[in-house]
T-cell receptor
Framework: ETGVTQTPRHLVMGMTNKKSLKCEQH?????MYWYKQSAKKPLELMFV???????ENNSVPSRFSPECPNSSHLFLHLHTLQPEDSALYLC??????????????FGPGTRLTVL | DAKTTQPTSMDCAEGRAANLPCNHS???????VYWYRQIHSQGPQYIIH???NNETNEMASLIITEDRKSSTLILPHATLRDTAVYYC?????????FGKGTTLSVSS
């Protein structure tokens, strides 16, 4: 248990569906992240939020729409996805500092399958 | 961000020490070395990090060479539950950049 929870743990959706992934952290952190891990590939950063503001978008297609209503919650809204978007979606949080030492803690991930 | 090089896979007998090497020859002075591991289909788990000095916690020890161009993660008494992919990451900008890591297989 890392203090970062994700729901749902598994999701199957059609290409025309709209769904949302939820992440919640109980660590008092102010930075939250979305990562994508496709089969047999390294984790890829998608989005970064610092103090509720998006500070990084790693060229993610607009069919993925993040939302960060407060420092404890992060959502990833999904619409008109493609089968190649099937992957493990991971959320992480950290407490930003002045140096490069803010450790990220990851949630268990949501396994997404797009049919 | 500095890149890292790790062996693709390693084997270790249960109860023995597992020594996982990592090369990071282009590391800069203010970059830290982080280690994470990922057990199949779970989220990555933070293990340890360091800058210059050797570090130890309840999970592992991190040995960084004096020139900082390489490091070794040591699991002192490997168990079957330590079977995972281990990632060595040199921390630069905001986010972690994961490579392919080392797949450690611990067997009885």
């Amino acid at each position: 248990e890392t203090g970062v929870t994700q729901t749902p743990r598994h999701l199957v959706m059609g290409m025309t569906n709209k769904k949302s992934l939820k992440c919640e952290q109980h660590l008092g952190h102010n930075a939250m992240y979305w990562y994508k891990q496709s089969a047999k590939k390294p984790l890829e950063l998608m989005f970064v939020y610092n103090f509720k503001e998006q500070t990084e978008n790693n060229s993610v297609p607009s069919r993925f729409s993040p939302e960060c209503p407060n420092s404890s919650h992060l959502f990833l809204h999904l619409h008109t996805l493609q089968p190649e978007d099937s992957a493990l979606y991971l959320c992480a949080s950290s407490q930003p500092g002045r140096t490069s030492t803010d450790t990220q803690y990851f949630g268990p991930g949501t396994r997404l399958t797009v049919l | 961000d500095a890149k890292t090089t790790q062996p693709t896979s390693m084997d270790c007998a249960e109860g023995r020490a597992a020594n996982l090497p990592c090369n990071h020859s282009t590391i800069s002075g203010n970059e830290y070395v982080y280690w994470y591991r990922q057990i199949h289909s779970q989220g990555p788990q933070y293990i340890i990090h360091g800058l210059k000095n050797n570090e130890t916690n309840e999970m592992a020890s991190l040995i960084i060479t004096e020139d900082r161009k390489s490091s070794t993660l040591i699991l002192p008494h490997a168990t079957l539950r330590d079977t995972a992919v281990y990632y060595c990451i040199v921390r630069g900008r905001t986010a972690l950049i994961f490579g392919k890591g080392t797949t450690l297989s611990v067997s009885s």
